[in-house]
């Protein structure tokens, strides 16, 4: 039992979104071995709805993996069509960690200064800022100060 069902209009949709997909896991000689589901699991993982190739003649052969594959990784089957399995698997939500301590770094920087006289080319320089730098309206590098608040924003 595939551990989603869709209805037909998601099945539907997902065909269309998976027509113009390259079958990412190729299914040989040897079946569904670990090494199969586990590339199967990455890439549902990282693209949700993927495409498998089998290379096998018979087709309640191919029925049955895509069954044991929907049971296995906890898709659900969209279609079967000759020897291509298309499975779908909502993408999990990515966690990002941030760490509190963590400051920006460097950043290279370009900057243009023009001539006076306006005959010449702009000379471009590549000036590298620090985290804790900042580049001034007229192109200089200057420590950054701890930026206030308004007042109205402190409550003041």
Do not use: Y
Not at 45 to 59: C, D, M, P, Q, T
């Amino acid at each position: 039992m595939p551990a989603f069902e869709l209805t037909a209009a998601e099945r539907r949709t997902h065909r269309a979104e998976a027509h113009h997909l390259d079958p990412v896991v190729m299914i040989g000689g040897d079946g569904l071995t670990p090494a199969v589901i586990k590339e199967a699991d990455v890439a549902l993982n990282a693209h949700g709805l993927i495409k498998l190739r089998v290379f096998s003649n018979e087709r309640e052969q191919r029925g049955a993996l895509l069954a044991t594959l929907c049971e296995q990784l906890g898709a659900a089957p969209v279609q079967h069509i000759g020897k291509l399995l298309v499975l779908w698997r909502p993408v999990p939500e990515k966690v990002k960690i941030e760490d509190e301590t963590r400051k920006s770094g460097p950043r290279v920087v370009k900057i243009l200064k023009f001539s006076k006289s306006g005959n010449h080319r702009a000379q471009v320089k590549k000036l590298t800022v620090l985290g804790n730098e900042r580049l001034t309206a007229g192109g200089i590098v200057k420590r950054a100060k701890k930026r206030l608040p308004s007042a109205k924003k402190r409550g003041v």
